[in-house]
C-alpha cells in the first residue's frame, strides 16, 4: 500500500516570512508547536478479483512566535543643526502641532547688546517639522503685545498663550496674567483673541491634557510671591478659556514643568547652601477634569539649577544650563532614575518634540550676536 507524506512546508513558510523582518524585532515568545494531520484514502475497484487502496497523510507543524519592538531607551542621539530662527531671541515660548512649530515673543538680545531700547518682541513665526529638521521659517500673526517668559500651550489645533513680562515704553515692564488665544493651521497663526486672565500676574509654567490647561506658578498671598507653586487649570474650546480654579499646591516652587500620559511632573529651581551642586526635589501629580491630584516626591533631580523641562517619547529632559543635560523615564509611578548623557546641547531657550525628535533653539553665548542655533535630535 502506497504512504504518502508531505511534512513541514508550511513551517518553513512561516519561519522565512518571520525573518524576513528580524533586522527590526528584538526578543520572541513562543508557544508549543502544533501540528495538523490529515489523511483520505482512495479505493480503486479495477476487476471483480482486483481493488487498490492508497492512503495519504499530510502532516503541517508550525510555531507561533511574536516579536517584540525594540525598547526605547531614551537616550538622545547627537544634535544635528537645522534650520536657523529668524531672530536673535531669548524666553519665547514655542509649541508643536499638526507637524509645524509655532513661536511667540522673547526678549530681543541682539537689542541689548546694541543699545537698542526695543528689547521686547511681539514676532511671532512658524515652521514644519520632520525627521531631517526644521524647514523654513515663516513670519505669521504678531503677538497683540511685546513680552517674553510667557507660557504657551497648543491644544486641539490652537495655541494658548499666559502670563510673561511685558515691555512698557520698549523696556522691561512687569509680570502680566493676560491670556490670548489663536487657530493654528499649515497657513500660520490666527488672529489672538483675549480670553479669561489668570486669577494674578505669574510666570507660569503651563500644559495641557484632554480639554484643559493646567497651571503651576509662584504662590502669590495677595502682597508678595512666595516660595511655594499654586496651581491652577481650566477649560480649553475654540471660544477661549473657561474660568480658572485652584488645584492642588507644591510644596515648592519647581523651575520647569512637563507633561505625558495624563501625569504633570516638576523639577529644578531649589536652592541650596554652597558650594553645591545639591540635588532638587521632583514632583508628579495625575491629571484629570477635577484638576491636578496631589503632589507625590519622587526620583531627585541630580542638580539645582533653572531649566527647561520637555517632554518625550515617555522621557522627561531637563536642560540644567552649562550645557547639562539629564534625562529619565516617565510613568504613573513618577520620574525614574536621572541619568547623565554625553548628548548635550548649549542652553536652550525653547524645546519641543513631535513624535521621537527633538527640536531646540540653543540661545548662543554673548557677545555672539548671531541667530539663534536650531538643533535636532532623535530619541534613541
Not at 543699545?115 to 511671532?124: M, S
Not at 499666559?162 to 493676560?178: C, E, I
Not at 489663536?182 to 505669574?202: N, V
Not at 522621557?315 to 543635560?325: A, E, W
Request: with cysteine.
Amino acid at each position: 500500500m502506497p504512504y504518502l507524506t508531505r511534512k513541514g512546508i508550511l513551517s518553513i513558510a512561516i519561519a522565512v516570512l518571520l525573518m524576513s523582518g528580524a533586522g527590526f524585532l528584538y526578543g520572541t515568545t513562543s508557544v508549543a508547536p502544533r501540528t495538523t494531520t490529515i489523511s483520505s484514502t482512495t479505493t480503486i475497484t479495477k476487476s471483480t478479483t482486483l481493488t487498490e487502496t492508497s492512503t495519504t497523510v499530510s502532516t503541517a507543524t508550525w510555531t507561533e512566535t511574536t516579536y517584540l519592538p525594540t525598547p526605547s531607551t531614551g537616550q538622545p542621539s547627537s544634535w544635528n543643526r537645522t534650520t536657523n530662527y529668524p531672530l536673535n531671541t531669548s524666553g519665547l515660548s514655542c509649541v508643536a502641532s499638526g507637524g509645524f512649530v509655532y513661536c511667540v515673543g522673547g526678549y530681543n538680545e541682539t537689542a541689548r547688546e546694541s543699545g537698542d531700547p526695543n528689547l521686547f518682541v511681539n514676532r511671532t513665526f512658524y515652521a514644519p517639522l520632520s525627521s531631517i529638521g526644521v524647514g523654513k521659517w515663516m513670519r505669521t500673526t504678531d503677538y497683540p503685545v511685546q513680552l517674553y517668559q510667557q507660557s504657551c500651550i497648543a491644544k486641539a489645533n490652537y495655541i494658548y498663550c499666559l502670563g510673561g513680562v511685558v515691555a512698557l515704553g520698549g523696556q522691561r515692564g512687569g509680570a502680566v496674567g493676560d491670556v490670548y488665544y489663536a487657530s493654528l493651521s499649515p497657513s500660520g497663526i490666527g488672529p489672538w483673541k483675549q480670553t479669561t486672565a489668570y486669577p494674578y500676574p505669574t510666570l507660569p509654567h503651563c500644559m495641557s491634557d484632554l480639554s484643559y490647561i493646567y497651571c503651576v506658578s509662584p504662590h502669590y498671598n495677595g502682597a508678595v510671591f512666595t516660595d511655594t507653586g499654586d496651581s491652577y487649570f481650566a477649560h480649553l474650546s475654540s471660544l477661549g478659556l473657561g474660568n480658572w480654579t485652584a488645584s492642588s499646591r507644591l510644596p515648592s516652587y519647581p523651575s520647569a514643568c512637563t507633561v505625558s500620559s495624563g501625569y504633570a511632573y516638576c523639577t529644578g529651581g531649589a536652592s541650596c547652601p554652597p558650594p553645591g551642586p545639591c540635588t532638587s526635589p521632583s514632583y508628579f501629580a495625575p491629571l484629570s477634569p477635577e484638576g491636578m491630584g496631589v503632589w507625590a516626591q519622587t526620583s531627585q533631580l541630580p542638580t539645582s539649577s533653572l531649566g527647561l523641562f520637555v517632554a518625550a517619547s515617555s522621557y522627561g529632559y531637563f536642560f540644567g544650563g552649562q550645557g547639562k543635560l539629564f534625562f529619565a523615564s516617565l510613568s504613573s509611578n513618577g520620574v525614574g532614575p536621572w541619568t547623565t548623557t554625553s548628548a548635550s546641547l548649549g542652553d536652550p531657550t525653547s524645546c519641543v518634540s513631535n513624535g521621537p525628535y527633538l527640536y531646540c533653539l540653543v540661545e548662543p553665548p554673548l557677545p555672539d550676536l548671531s541667530p539663534d542655533n536650531v538643533y535636532i535630535t532623535k530619541i534613541g
